[in-house]
């Protein structure tokens, strides 16, 4: 059965950390890119990083850069998003989503095959 399931999210004060985990299952994550999205309640989902399927490329939106950081442990089937001086305006559900094609990095929703069903994030103090 192919399944993503996020892990990591939780409440946080303005300035926290947190890790978000994407464990895959059923899936060989060599072969596929990654990526992390979010929506916040009211807007739409828009793309936070992702990387290819090497790890040689990666992506960060503008709003993240310099704070978060995308990985992957493929032997674990696992991809991380390390959040760092968390801000109230990064509250969100997060999602973890796959994309075969390439193994690219893209920023679009729309290129993705599968995803996660979310945790949600909440910078508050």
């Known amino acids: 059965q192919l399944q993503l399931v996020e892990s990591g999210g939780g409440l946080v004060q303005p300035g926290g950390s947190l890790r978000l985990s994407c464990a895959a299952s059923?899936?060989?994550?060599?072969?596929?890119?990654i990526g992390w999205f979010r929506q916040a309640p009211g807007k739409e989902r828009e793309g936070v990083s992702c990387m290819s399927s090497s790890g040689g490329s990666t992506l960060y939106a503008d709003s993240v850069k310099g704070r978060f950081t995308i990985s992957r442990v493929n032997a674990k089937n696992t991809l991380y998003l390390q959040m760092n001086s968390l801000k109230p305006e990064d509250t969100a559900d997060y999602y973890c989503?796959?994309?075969?094609?390439?193994?690219?990095?893209?920023?679009?929703?729309?290129?993705?095959?599968?995803w996660g069903q979310g945790t949600q994030v909440t910078v508050s103090s």
């Open positions: 059923g899936f060989t994550l060599d072969f596929y890119g």
């Open positions: 989503a796959l994309v075969r094609v390439q193994g690219m990095c893209v920023m679009t929703a729309t290129e993705y095959d599968y």
